[in-house]
């Protein structure tokens, strides 16, 4: 008997690093409770130029969801991980299932003149024949979204 083993090809994280000018516990708030003062909602959201904000809950369990401007809602995650104002990890699956789900943790340490932010999106292998090109895309979009949370901190 021939017998076949499948195998999964791990692809590699998508890692980013930044240097913000603010305290530990404004950075984690402005990247949780602020995120939709600063996340581009017309162009990396569900709804497009429907989307009117977005928000987290804050709590294990709780819910990453974006609101269209008629109040309906569209989640993108669970949080998975809360720990102020150190660390958040949660399931990511904007416009899709839950099952497609992979992971991002953003950790936040201190550093001379403010934080050092880092964020790792792991779990591509969940998008099947879709993620390679997938992680691609974030590679250059996390680059776009986290630039609009530094402009954003920067005001003060």
């Not at 416009?95 to 340490?109: H, K």
């Amino acid at each position: 008997m021939n017998e076949q083993k499948l195998q999964t090809v791990k692809i590699e994280p998508v890692r980013k690093q930044l240097k913000i000018g603010l305290s530990l516990e404004r950075a984690f708030r402005l990247f949780t409770e602020g995120i939709g003062q600063w996340w581009p909602m017309p162009t990396h959201s569900v709804g497009e130029e429907q989307a009117e904000t977005c928000f987290f809950e804050g709590w294990v369990g709780g819910r990453i969801v974006e609101v269209l401007k008629d109040g309906s809602q569209s989640e993108w995650g669970k949080v998975l991980v809360w720990e102020p104002f150190n660390k958040v990890s949660f399931h990511w699956y904007p416009g899709r299932a839950p099952d497609t789900a992979q992971e991002v943790t953003v950790t936040f340490s201190e550093i001379p003149g403010g934080s050092l932010v880092e964020l790792v999106h792991t779990g591509w292998e969940t998008l099947g024949d879709r993620a390679l090109k997938t992680r691609d895309d974030y590679v250059t979009g996390w680059d776009f979204v986290l630039s609009k949370y530094i402009t954003y901190a920067a005001k003060g």
